[in-house]
């Protein structure tokens, strides 16, 4: 029996018939030409004159869904051609994450990672609701504790956090760091060490900047095929915002260890500020792409992969949502309850993090890296510039 995924009906669909589609849209743009200016898929394309499989898989990675070469088509429906290369591409990174997931057994997730998302976070909620009531036991988990008392760690020793998060977190870096590896057979070494540098300092910057969530110049046509830059600044926000809460969590971490400060720290500390800038950018960055992805034109992604990108947007927002109401509230009653939950929602983030929607930033890093190596450095069956 060959493994199967399944189209926008439901209906199965062979995998290998994904990648034939793939190689089918592929060879017509290369033949057209007329997109090469929106995005890297484009000029990374134009280089080949064939596509195997890791090629496709490569270029689906490299593609950012910005939708412009959809509406710029001269063959896409309702031309014969049935041409939609934002769909086949979306197709064809499921099957990316699907397939290069650690342990491989758990690659399976990626098709129902919104309902999977869901029951663990729910699961998670409720055990650390039940876990902290116990531990801090019934009174004082509903009693309002000053940060002199230790505030949250009167609930919870920073020692069982340290031991519950720090092992969750390391197995799913782990995880991300196989997935990543096995992904990274794609990436074609250099023979030239000043063009691997050049390469990783160029993919570097176009992730930071997501220059390529600007289609023609004037930004995505997401969610409708008027161009408009609110998803790159959405991503934006998304992004720096997790950076910054994991700046915060860094420097708390330095500030316990090394100089021997211990939490709960003043609203003006470092950990504190950095957390609640971060916050707030995983508030408006997720909820701005919640809203886009709500409204977004069917035609440009894969109708499967919705959940996914649902789940992991509303846990990022819950999860900022329930962290700042914990640093609101931290003295009140309502302490303990918020405390459980915010740490139930990091849990099931912590151990989701490899089966969902947080992989497309490796994977996508990884082809930026392969893209701008091949930009000045030609192999046999790959043209340069």
Same mark, same amino acid.
């Given at each position: ?7 926008? @009906? ?30 890297? $898929? ?15 898989? *490569? ?38 994450? @699907? ?96 063009? /691997? ?28 095929? /008027?161009?408009?830059?609110?998803? @790159? ?58 809203? %886009? ?20 947007? $509303? ?37 989701? %993090?490899? *089966?969902? /929607?947080? $992989?497309?930033?490796? *994977?996508?890093?990884?082809? %930026? ?17």
């Amino acid at each position: 029996m060959s493994v199967v995924d399944r189209d926008a @009906r439901g209906d199965a669909v062979p995998l290998e018939n994904v990648i034939a589609e793939a190689q089918r849209a592929l060879s017509i743009c290369n033949a057209c030409r007329y997109c090469e200016g929106y995005c890297a $898929v484009f000029p990374a394309l134009e280089r080949r004159l064939s596509f195997d499989e890791n090629d496709v898989h *490569y270029l689906a990675n490299l593609c950012h869904n910005c939708g412009a070469c959809l509406y710029a088509c001269q063959y896409a429906p309702p031309h014969e051609f049935q041409l939609n290369l934002p769909r086949v591409l979306a197709e064809a990174r499921q099957e990316t994450y @699907r397939r290069y997931a650690w342990p491989a057994s758990l690659g399976c997730v990626f098709a129902r990672n919104g309902i999977v998302v869901s029951i663990v976070a729910a699961m998670s909620i409720v055990i650390f609701l039940v876990f902290t009531a116990w531990r801090a036991g019934p009174t004082r988990f509903f009693e309002a504790v000053s940060d002199s008392q230790g505030s949250f760690y009167a609930m919870l020793s920073h020692g069982v956090m340290v031991s519950a998060f720090g092992s969750v977190f390391a197995l799913a870096v782990i995880a991300l760091i196989a997935a990543w590896a096995h992904f990274g057979t794609l990436i074609r070494a250099s023979p030239n060490r000043t063009a /691997k540098e050049g390469a990783l300092v160029s993919a570097g910057r176009s992730a930071a900047t997501l220059e390529y969530l600007e289609g023609g110049g004037d930004g995505c046509t997401y969610p409708t095929d /008027k161009p408009s830059l609110a998803r @790159r600044n959405f991503h934006h926000l998304t992004f720096y915002g997790f950076v910054l809460c994991f700046a915060a969590t860094v420097v708390a971490t330095f500030d316990h260890y090394v100089l021997g400060s211990v939490a709960p720290y003043p609203f003006l500390s470092a950990p504190v500020l950095l957390g609640t800038i971060g916050g707030l950018g995983l508030l408006i960055g997720p909820a701005g792409l919640l809203s %886009l992805l709500l409204r977004r034109d069917p035609d440009l992604g894969d109708r499967r992969q919705r959940g996914m990108d649902i789940g992991f947007l $509303v846990t990022l927002f819950m999860t900022s949502a329930s962290g700042l109401s914990l640093l609101a509230f931290r003295e009140t009653r309502a302490m303990g309850v918020l405390l459980a939950i915010h740490l139930g929602l990091v849990m099931a983030l912590f151990l989701t %993090l490899p *089966y969902g /929607k947080f $992989v497309h930033a490796l *994977y996508r890093f990884a082809a %930026l890296l392969r893209f701008h190596r091949e930009r000045n450095t030609p192999t046999a069956d790959v043209r340069s510039e």
